[in-house]
T-cell receptor, first 114, second 115 residues
Framework: AQSVTQLDSHVSVSEGTPVLLRCNYS??????LFWYVQHPNKGLQLLLK??????LVKGINGFEAEFKKSETSFHLTKPSAHMSDAAEYFC????????????FGSGTQLTVLP | EAQVTQNPRYLITVTGKKLTVTCSQN?????MSWYRQDPGLGLRQIYY???????DKGDVPEGYKVSRKEKRNFPLILESPSPNQTSLYFC??????????????FGPGTRLTVL
C-alpha cells in the first residue's frame, strides 16, 4: 500500500525568501513521486517528478525536489519565492506495482507575502 | 492543443436528479481517471479505465458509475446524487496503462453542488 503525508497544511513566506514544502511517503515498491500545483480555480499542473533516475529533480518555475530514500521524503524547494507561486501544492506517490497510479497528499497552501 | 476537457464546469442540482459529467481527451491516451477533491483530503480516485471497455473502482466509487465506450471519452455518471457528493471533480488521462512514471494530464475541474 502507498500513502503520502504533507506535513504542513499552510506555509507562508515572504517574496524573495526560500520555499520549503515537506512531503513524506510510504510505499511497498519502488515509488515514483510527483509534485503538482493548483492555482485558484485552475486544474492541476505537473511541477516535477522522480522516477528512479537522479535523486535531485528539477522542475518548472525554479522548483526542485530531492528524493531521500532513507528518510522517505520528497521535499519541494525553491530558492526565492515569487508572488505567482501562491497556490496549493500536492505531493503524489505511485507504486510501480499499482494499477491505480496515484495517491495524493492532502495539500499545502502556499501564501507569498509582499 | 493537447488537452483534457470537462463539461459542465459548474453544476448545481438537487438530490436524486441523475447527471452526467463528460470528460474528453485529444491525446490518444489509454488511461483515464476520475478524482474528487475535498478540503483537507487531497484528491481521491473514484474510477479509472485502462482502455476501452475496461474500467475499475478507485478508492471512493460508491454512488458513481463510469463508461468507456470510446478511447477519448470517459463520462462520470451520478444516478442519484446526494449532498455528500458535493465536491470538485477532476478528470485525468495518461499514456500508460499502469506504469507509475507516466504523467497524468488533468482537466480544469467540475464544481458540483447537490442541494
Amino acid at each position: 500500500a502507498q500513502s503520502v503525508t504533507q506535513l504542513d497544511s499552510h506555509v507562508s513566506v515572504s517574496e524573495g525568501t526560500p520555499v520549503l514544502l515537506r512531503c513524506n511517503y510510504s510505499s511497498s515498491y519502488s515509488p515514483s513521486l510527483f509534485w503538482y500545483v493548483q492555482h485558484p480555480n485552475k486544474g492541476l499542473q505537473l511541477l516535477l517528478k522522480y522516477t528512479s533516475a537522479a535523486t535531485l529533480v528539477k522542475g518548472i518555475n525554479g522548483f526542485e525536489a530531492e528524493f531521500k530514500k532513507s528518510e522517505t521524503s520528497f521535499h519541494l524547494t525553491k530558492p526565492s519565492a515569487h508572488m505567482s507561486d501562491a497556490a496549493e501544492y500536492f505531493c503524489v506517490v505511485s507504486d510501480s506495482g499499482s494499477a491505480r497510479q496515484l495517491t495524493f497528499g492532502s495539500g499545502t497552501q502556499l501564501t507569498v507575502l509582499p | 492543443e493537447a488537452q483534457v476537457t470537462q463539461n459542465p464546469r459548474y453544476l448545481i442540482t438537487v438530490t436524486g436528479k441523475k447527471l452526467t459529467v463528460t470528460c474528453s481527451q485529444n491525446m490518444n491516451h489509454e488511461y483515464m481517471s476520475w478524482y474528487r477533491q475535498d478540503p483537507g483530503l487531497g484528491l481521491r480516485q473514484i474510477y479509472y479505465s485502462m482502455n476501452v471497455e475496461v474500467t475499475d473502482k478507485g478508492d471512493v466509487p460508491e454512488g458513481y458509475k463510469v463508461s468507456r465506450k470510446e478511447k477519448r471519452n470517459f463520462p462520470l455518471i451520478l444516478e442519484s446524487p446526494s449532498p455528500n457528493q458535493t465536491s470538485l471533480y477532476f478528470c485525468a488521462s495518461s499514456f500508460g496503462l499502469a506504469t507509475s512514471t507516466d504523467t497524468q494530464y488533468f482537466g480544469p475541474g467540475t464544481r458540483l453542488t447537490v442541494l
